[in-house]
């Protein structure tokens, strides 16, 4: 049973006229013929009196002509409500986030929103980038803000990724440590592996972190799973990390120096992934609108 056979139907019983039906219908009078008797077919019941002067229903057919009406209606209310959330900006997204940026993206993004767009609400779920793009390509979520995904992760999930901005990375270093308090800015090559705290496998600032060092593999001396617990650690003396600029903007533990590096300094790019087979809605440019705002 389709919807157009009923929409047919009931043209068909408003008019009294297969003729007239086909021209509201805006199909020819045989195609509306077929769609009327493959639906009386379906169901095993005769629907309409077929008559010299039109068509009146049988029995059957009022009952489904009141269903079918319900129904009709039911769609034409689906569809407006999906049409007034376009235009109006309003309804929901589902939103994915790494973890060494949610703490910090998220409070502004959430201003943003409710400023410029507060008829936007977002359902944001924490995860590191593996998890976020199965997520993205199983279609579990609509978006995920991310940073660094491969060329090959792009392929074979098949992901659109639209660029942000880049956020520098700088060094957090204990006060009364050398680089904390030398003139010259720190270069990522004067730091000693066994030195830094990193972030465990799964996390792209430790690959970034790698990358900026000129590092193959992380000293196993000092790691965390979180950002916060790796500027607690500089905090007490521990070591040094390298960190994005974002996380800087919240208050942090006393003893912390932040350095930024020597040009050509390290950053990372800050992405919105999501299915290249998805249309962006106009919601999604709001957010993306809202993220670029605080990239800035």
């Not at 086909?22 to 077919?41: D, G």
């Not at 703490?103 to 959430?110: E, R, S």
């Amino acid at each position: 049973m389709e919807l157009r056979q009923l929409r047919y139907f009931v043209s068909a019983v408003e008019t009294g006229s297969i003729t007239a039906a086909a021209k509201v219908c805006h199909v020819a009078q045989p195609s509306l013929s077929q769609q009327i008797r493959s639906l009386e077919e379906e169901l095993g019941e005769t629907l309409l009196h077929r008559l010299a002067r039109g068509v009146t229903p049988t029995a059957s057919g009022k009952r489904v002509f009141d269903h079918a009406c319900r129904v009709l209606a039911a769609s034409t209310d689906l569809t407006n409500e999906f049409e007034t959330e376009s235009t109006e900006l309003s309804g929901s997204i589902s939103l994915g986030i790494i973890p060494t940026i949610a703490p910090y993206l998220i409070p502004p993004l959430l201003t943003e929103l409710r400023t410029d767009f507060p008829n936007i609400d977002l359902d944001i779920s924490e995860d590191q980038t593996a998890q976020l793009i199965r997520r993205v390509a199983e279609d579990e979520i609509e978006f995920a803000i991310v940073s660094d995904i491969s060329p090959a992760d792009k392929t074979l999930w098949s992901l659109e990724i639209r660029e942000l901005f880049h956020e520098p990375l700088v060094l957090a270093a204990p006060e009364q440590h050398p680089l904390a308090r030398q003139r010259a800015k720190p270069r990522p090559e004067e730091l000693v592996p066994e030195e830094l705290i990193y972030l465990k496998n799964g996390h792209c600032l430790l690959d970034q972190t790698l990358r900026a060092c000129r590092m193959k593999h992380p000293s196993q001396r000092l790691n965390c799973d979180q950002l916060e617990t790796a500027l607690a650690m500089v905090a007490a003396g521990m070591g040094l990390a390298i960190i994005p600029k974002l996380a800087t903007t919240r208050p942090r533990p006393d003893g912390i120096v932040i350095r930024s590096f020597a040009d050509p300094a390290p950053t990372r790019v800050v992405s919105l992934m999501r299915r290249r087979s998805r249309k962006p809605s106009p919601r999604a440019e709001a957010l993306v609108q809202c993220l670029q705002q605080i990239g800035r």
